[in-house]
């Protein structure tokens, strides 16, 4: 059983560390709001007939006034985790993007910290502290063009900060939500929620204009969420919480490794980032401060109720 879940755990990894890759293939075409649209319609169809097979479809109606706001707040948080994600992958490139989503993390510790009361252990404030050395190492090259708002590194970096913080905030809300409904009956109902939102500003026409690579590119990039947290919801039911969750803040490695390999057939998917020594190891100890901060957070929990399940470190979309 451990070696199975750990297997999903890095197939989970793997589907979330690619999707950077295939986002940079289509956001040159589309427009990212369209983009996020027909990840969550696709998502919401395919968990939707899921439910519908199994009569499970969730009904938001007798929830009480504080856990419909609750849910609005995980909805709205969700719906710019994805978006101003899939515009910092624009604006910067996939490594960027996944190191910098990594501060997730980070904003969910401080806002368990303020909100629940939860205190940081020793492994957390040494995960902490990594987690900051290796952003500064991956970024020795460009550190003072973050800081500036005329360059597209700077927007594209701010817009990934803020799309961790978003992700922070709609695990924090969903937290009280499971109690009502299954991780899979809230993904939908946020899933609808976000993509009712996100319809005044979809252009479908846009979709005609997709080459071939862009057109599988998008549909890996719906089907990434349903593989993505099925295989990770398997390996939390098989596997123990805090190794699940220290595997999967390795995604930012294939992230690395995926454009490094592809970079001669789609040039836009290079590694620009990560040219020298210090900014592979920066990019390494992102990974290892992460990891701890899960480590730390996850070892004392326990294992999650059959059909709830916690979200990834790192909040990748």
């Known amino acids: 059983m451990r070696n199975l879940a750990f297997g999903l755990a890095l197939v989970a990894a793997l589907s979330w560390g690619l999707l950077p890759l295939a986002l940079r293939l289509v956001v040159p075409s589309m427009d990212i709001g369209t983009i996020t649209w027909c990840r969550f319609v696709f998502a919401a169809v395919c968990v939707g007939l899921f439910l519908a097979q199994r009569r499970q479809l969730p009904d938001p109606r007798p929830l009480a006034a504080r856990l419909r706001l609750l849910l609005l707040v995980s909805i709205v948080g969700i719906t710019l985790n994805y978006t101003l994600f899939a515009l910092g992958v624009r604006l910067t490139s996939p490594a960027t993007a996944q190191i910098v989503t990594q501060l997730a ?46 360059t597209p590194l700077g927007w594209g970096v701010a817009a990934l900060t803020l799309g961790a913080l978003a992700w922070a905030a709609y695990v924090l809300a969903q937290k009280r939500l499971l109690r009502e409904w299954s991780s899979s009956q809230l993904l939908w109902l946020l899933y609808v929620g976000g993509a009712l939102l996100l319809t005044p500003v979809v252009h479908l026409q846009e979709l005609r204009g997709l080459t071939a690579v862009q057109g599988y590119a998008l549909l890996f990039c719906g089907c990434n969420t349903l593989v993505a947290y099925g295989a990770y919801a398997e390996a939390m039911k098989l596997g123990e919480v805090a190794r699940i969750s220290a595997t999967i803040t390795i995604s930012p490695l294939f992230t690395l490794l995926g454009g490094a390999l592809t970079a001669s057939r789609w040039p836009a998917l290079a590694v620009a980032e990560a040219p020298g020594l210090l900014a592979l190891l920066g990019a390494c100890a992102v990974v290892a401060g992460s990891a701890l901060c899960a480590l730390g957070s996850a070892a004392a929990r326990t294992r999650p109720l059959r059909g709830q399940v916690r979200n990834p470190a790192g909040g990748v979309p």
């Open 105 to 150: 993390n980070l904003f969910l510790l401080l806002g368990g910290l303020l909100v629940f009361r939860e205190r940081f252990s020793g492994v957390q404030w040494l995960g902490v502290g990594v987690l900051v050395t290796g952003l500064g190492l991956f970024f020795n090259r460009r550190l003072l063009s973050l800081f500036d708002g005329r």
